[in-house]
């Protein structure tokens, strides 16, 4: 069936250093890809977005990339501090009107 | 202020009790959905709601039950709980799919023995 793969499922960094999170899916017609975060006992909360006629995208210390040939999409965070710590959720339109969610990847950043 | 609002919060029940969880939302979003996260499956959609009168399954409807009579409300419905059913319970909404990043309601977690 249509799924979004992410990886890894923990990732621990120094603060300062950069994160990487990856998500791959299955349908080549997805053309919308959120990244969530959730902080502990919060709710999920969009953080950055891209549409699939954008390669890049850019926020500030966060900015995820597409890459639709190979069919995958990666976010990244730039000098992590300790607030960056929580549970971050890949998500791709892969049916027409559903959202299907990566299984999340935590990020623990090291004072 | 703009918000999605879920009620209870918190809920304990027994087996083959009907219960609804409700929600709802003050931004005009024409999309609302459902999803149960339980730990190491993320997020899963139940249900979603295209606009009024417009509802379908998503990835593990089984035991579920939606309705979208008014554009603001997309309550839950469980007509006959099973254990199986304890989850965190999440519901968001968004102007539409695709462009819109979704807003979340603060979580109902539910507990059935």
């Known amino acids: 069936g249509e799924n979004v793969e992410q990886h890894p499922s923990t990732l621990s960094v120094q603060e300062g250093d950069s994160a990487v999170i990856k998500c791959t899916y299955s349908?080549?017609?997805?053309?919308?890809f959120p990244w969530y975060k959730q902080e502990l006992g919060k709710r999920p909360q969009l953080i950055i977005d891209i549409r699939s006629n954008v390669g890049e995208k850019k926020d500030q210390r966060i900015a995820v990339t597409l890459n639709k040939t190979a069919k995958h999409f990666s976010l990244h965070i730039t000098e992590t501090q300790p607030e960056d710590s929580a549970v971050y959720f890949c998500?791709?339109?892969?049916?027409?009107?559903?959202?299907?969610f990566g299984k999340g990847t935590k990020l623990s950043v090291i004072p | 202020e703009a918000q999605v609002t879920q009620n209870p919060r918190y809920l304990i029940t027994v087996t083959g009790k009907k219960l609804t969880v409700t929600c709802s939302q003050n931004m005009n979003h024409e999309y609302m959905s459902w999803y149960r996260q339980d730990p190491g499956l993320g997020l899963r959609q139940i249900y979603y709601s295209m606009n009024v009168e417009v509802t379908d399954k998503g990835d593990v409807p089984e035991g579920y039950k939606v309705s979208r009579k008014e554009k603001r409300n997309f309550p839950l419905i469980l007509e006959s709980p099973s254990p199986n059913q304890t989850s965190l319970y999440f519901c968001?909404?968004?102007?539409?799919?695709?462009?819109?990043?979704?807003?979340f309601g603060p979580g109902t977690r539910l507990t059935v023995t």
């Open positions: 349908d080549s017609a997805s053309n919308y």
């Open positions: 968001a909404s968004s102007l539409s799919l695709l462009g819109h990043g979704q807003y």
């Open positions: 998500a791709a339109i892969l049916l027409e009107y559903q959202l299907t």
